[in-house]
């Protein structure tokens, strides 16, 4: 426990000076501002985030990997993950430290997110739960699409192979539905499963934000489904034991 | 302290340390030596938990690497060859960082590390970036992270190379100082290094142990002939090498054709290499006869077997009696 605090407190350090940290939260709150103004500013929109939340979710699938990428393809640039593991420290004491402080650092950028609600309340009269679970989604979804940004930056020991892969991987989760429309029987079913969200509904003008298909679908219209939230732990937990098992891979190399 | 039985360990098809055994007692300052690619690092990477044997079996302190790496790895200071460092954070952050990683509480690392910064004289330094440190500099902060949690086995992979050579004075001491606490592994492909700081040398080529003795007993050994150097004024290359050729111990006198020395001949300085027996005196005849001949003495001076030439008679030797 106390290595895991140990390494996720010295990485949230580096990010907080490191300009990735940085670059990578202005983005994110530039281009969800953008959407959630666009999705509010017609005349008798609908008081609430969800222009933000399918801003959000869409870029994850960048944002989340520049995040991590820098994690374990660094340590192994550098090769301190040598002295990493020749110290007293196991390798999922590693994995889930260095999660931790990508988590932080994203569960800090959706914070400053809140504006949204404050600016909605003081202007109009939001039904708070959806919002509410909305944002709760948007920090399931953060952690598995971290999660497997991880496992990318544990690939490879260039920071840029790891960020195109783990949105390679983002973007193929997040359009398996694309695969599942051409699927039929089980095969459809379990492919659509495996969808981790979709909003492409962010860039038609007309349903603006609505966030359609999905494990992210119910979190945005107010509904908290167990199916959802187990999907999005699973996933988390999976790609970080693929991170660990990397990791330990590497001493047989 | 530590126990190396019949460790082997490959990489693919590629042996790169063969069937390695050795016992090294706790306060014992043991340097390996060997070319690059002998297996120095892979040895040390096994010591350290870093990658587990192919076969056979290493333990520090009594625990196996393997079955009980976490509490081998306690005991362990590592330096790699690379020093790697994490160069965005400052020395004091790294060191504190790294102790924590260690096991180190709070107290603990609050009062070792002024000690340590003390050790390896990185005062002035302590709050500067790693990254923007000299390389000899970083190779202080790397022998300090491996110190910092005092671990009764320190490993040290080439901790000299790539420094300049007042730094190599100055870390050779460091490590000499070191070697009184710990337990002390040490790496190089540098003999008079590994004499200099080590009771016990493992030679090590292509893969194998081929010699594990004291420094003195191996020069020993491998003084089975001595070559000197000599740069002589005032007489004409063919007189001098037939004078020296007479003498009781050489074995055998030729000109020195480096193209260094052409600048000498240029200006009438004869360079030759004598190969001589290593009894006792033959230096010592070959600069009598030049000054009873009336030239002048340029340069006289015994030349150290190159590396090459040790492994090859260290492995001629192993397989003359083998």
Redesign the interface.
Known sequence: MRNIQTIAWKEVKTYFASPMAYVVAASFLAITGFFFVASVSDPFSEASIRGYIAGAIFFMVFLSPALTMRLLAEEQKLGTLELLMTSPVREWEIVIGKFIAAFVMLALMVAGTFYFVVVLSWYGDPDIGPILTGYLGVLLYGSATLAIGLMASALSSNQLVSLVVGAGLLTALTVSNFVADRLTGTAEEIVSNFQLGSSFSVFDTSSFGVVEGGHFADFARGIISVTDIAYYISITAVFLFITVVLLESRRWR | MIRLEHMSKS?GDYPAVIDVSAHIQQGEVVGFLGPNGAGKTTTM?VL?????PTEGSAAIAGYDVVSHS??A??H?G?L?E?V??????TVM?YLR??G????MNRKWIDERLPVIIEIVRLGEYQNALVGKLSKGYRQRVGIA?AIIHEPDVLILDEPTIGIDPIQVVETRSLISELGGEHTLILSSHILPEISAICRRVLVIHEGRIVADDDPENLSDRLQSAERIEVSLRGTQPGEAIAAIRELRHVVDVRRDNRPVQERMAEQGVVALVVDARPEEGATEDVARTIVDSGWGLVNLHPLPMTLEEIFLQLTTEEEASA
Do not use: N
């Open positions: 990489y990477r350290t938990g870093f990658t587990p976490l509490d790895r306690r362990i590592y790699p690379s790697p460092l994490y160069l965005d954070m952050d960082y790294m924590q990683l260690r096991g992270q």
